[in-house]
């Protein structure tokens, strides 16, 4: 069965500093992916980045970065130089050859 | 560009009535999911479909249905709601999924039982 745990309910950081987030899956799969979703207030889903579990370089977008350890199952998501626009709930998310299941969700706060 | 459309966003029911949600996608997409989110849930899938007239159970079917008559629709079901079942309802397409290709949401439908 897959599983996705994000064990942080809630975090803050201060506007231009950095954040990690934590995400932990599980799978049976041998291919795969893996998937931070970002929801603002407006209730959007908005994919902030994505990795395939074959490639070892872990996958950047400007500010957002993961690292990605795959023998350990875990996906966490590095934020640099965090901007008030960041503050959302993020969503780890691990998908197969069907289905993709998402964490519980972690508050992301950003202090002025 | 429209991408996934739900309809409606709003809507308030009385247990026991019924409704079908909308979701329709313009991106030519096989692979349509339903989910619903609560507090403290994070998204949980409904039912979904892998193409046109299949449809296969997510982890919280019971108490919906859903059909896929044509490619670009999915809807969703209530034949008899429950309060249980007021939640914010997303709908998500995608390619293929096994094509790392990931999935495009909706804006939600925010469903009220009373």
Same mark, same amino acid.
């Given at each position: 069965?897959?599983?996705?745990?994000?064990?942080?309910?809630?975090?803050?950081?201060?506007?231009?500093?950095?954040?990690?987030?934590?995400?932990?899956?599980?799978?049976?799969?041998?291919?795969?992916?893996?998937?931070?979703?970002?929801?603002?207030?407006?209730?959007?889903?908005?994919?902030?980045?994505?990795?395939?579990?074959?490639?070892?370089?872990?996958?950047?977008?400007?500010?957002?970065?993961?690292?990605?350890?795959?023998?350990?199952?875990?996906?966490?998501?590095?934020?640099?130089?965090?901007?008030?626009?960041?503050?959302?709930?993020?969503?780890?998310?691990?998908?197969?050859?069907?289905?993709?299941?998402?964490?519980?969700?972690?508050?992301?706060?950003?202090?002025? | 560009?429209?991408?996934?459309?739900?309809?409606?966003?709003?809507?308030?029911?009385?247990?026991?009535?019924?409704?079908?949600?909308?979701?329709?996608?313009?991106?030519?997409?096989?692979?349509?999911?339903?989910?619903?989110?609560?507090?403290?849930?994070?998204?949980?899938?409904?039912?979904? #479909?892998?193409?046109? +007239?299949?449809?296969?159970?997510?982890?919280?079917? *019971? $108490?919906?249905?859903? !059909?896929? @008559?044509?490619?670009?629709?999915?809807?969703?079901?209530?034949?008899?709601?429950?309060?249980?079942?007021?939640?914010?309802?997303?709908?998500?397409? #995608?390619?293929?999924? +096994?094509?790392?290709?990931?999935?495009?949401?909706? *804006? $939600?439908?925010?469903? !009220?039982? @009373?």
């Amino acid at each position: 069965a897959q599983t996705v745990t994000q064990s942080q309910p809630e975090m803050s950081v201060q506007e231009a500093e950095t954040v990690t987030l934590s995400c932990t899956y599980d799978t049976s799969e041998s291919d795969y992916y893996l998937f931070w979703y970002k929801q603002p207030p407006s209730r959007q889903m908005i994919l902030v980045i994505r990795q395939e579990a074959y490639k070892q370089q872990n996958a950047t977008e400007n500010r957002f970065s993961v690292n990605f350890q795959k023998a350990a199952k875990s996906f966490s998501l590095k934020i640099s130089d965090s901007q008030l626009g960041d503050a959302a709930m993020y969503f780890c998310s691990q998908g197969g050859s069907e289905k993709l299941v998402f964490g519980k969700g972690t508050k992301l706060t950003v202090n002025p | 560009n429209a991408g996934v459309t739900q309809t409606p966003k709003f809507r308030v029911l009385k247990t026991g009535q019924s409704m079908t949600l909308l979701c329709a996608q313009d991106m030519n997409h096989e692979y349509m999911y339903w989910y619903r989110q609560d507090p403290g849930m994070g998204l949980r899938l409904i039912h979904y #479909s892998v193409g046109e +007239g299949t449809t296969a159970k997510g982890e919280v079917p *019971d $108490g919906y249905n859903v !059909s896929r @008559l044509k490619k670009q629709n999915f809807l969703l079901g209530l034949e008899s709601a429950a309060p249980s079942q007021t939640s914010v309802y997303f709908c998500a397409s #995608s390619y293929e999924t +096994g094509d790392y290709q990931p999935q495009h949401f909706g *804006d $939600g439908t925010r469903l !009220s039982i @009373l």
